[in-house]
Nanobody, 116 residues
Framework: QAQLVESGGGSVQPGGSLRLSCSAS????????MGWYRQAPGKQRELVAG???????NYAKFVKGRFTISRNNANNTVYLQMNSLKIEDTAVYYC??????????WGKGTLVTVSS
C-alpha cells in the first residue's frame, strides 16, 4: 500500500528555519508532481510549493524567496527548506504526490509552530 510520511516539523522562533521531508513508499510509481500544502487553524488547505519530476517548481506568493522545494526522484522524496519563518507560517504541513495513472496521495501532516 502506498503512503507518504512527512518529518521535520517542530517549533521555532520567528526568523528561524526548518526543513521538512516527505518520502513515498509502497506501490507508488512515476510520481509526476510532489508538493507541500498547509492548513492553519480555521483556514482552508493551501498550496505552498510544488515540483515536477523535471525539477520545475512553483511557489505560493506568500513563501516566495523564503522557502525552497527540492526533490530526489531516485527515492521519491521531496523536501521543503523553510527560512525566515513567520508566525503566520504556523500550520500543519501536508505532502502530496500526484502519480501518473494512480490516485493522488496525501501524507498525514507535520505541525510547524512559529512563535516567540
Amino acid at each position: 500500500q502506498a503512503q507518504l510520511v512527512e518529518s521535520g516539523g517542530g517549533s521555532v522562533q520567528p526568523g528561524g528555519s526548518l526543513r521538512l521531508s516527505c518520502s513515498a513508499s509502497g506501490s507508488i510509481f512515476n510520481i509526476a508532481t510532489m508538493g507541500w500544502y498547509r492548513q492553519a487553524p480555521g483556514k482552508q488547505r493551501e498550496l505552498v510549493a510544488g515540483i515536477t519530476t523535471g525539477g520545475y517548481s512553483n511557489y505560493a506568493k506568500f513563501v516566495k524567496g523564503r522557502f525552497t522545494i527540492s526533490r530526489n526522484n531516485a527515492n521519491n522524496t521531496v523536501y521543503l527548506q523553510m527560512n525566515s519563518l513567520k508566525i503566520e507560517d504556523t500550520a500543519v504541513y501536508y505532502c502530496k504526490a500526484e502519480p501518473v495513472g494512480q490516485d493522488d496521495l496525501w501524507g498525514k501532516g507535520t505541525l510547524v509552530t512559529v512563535s516567540s
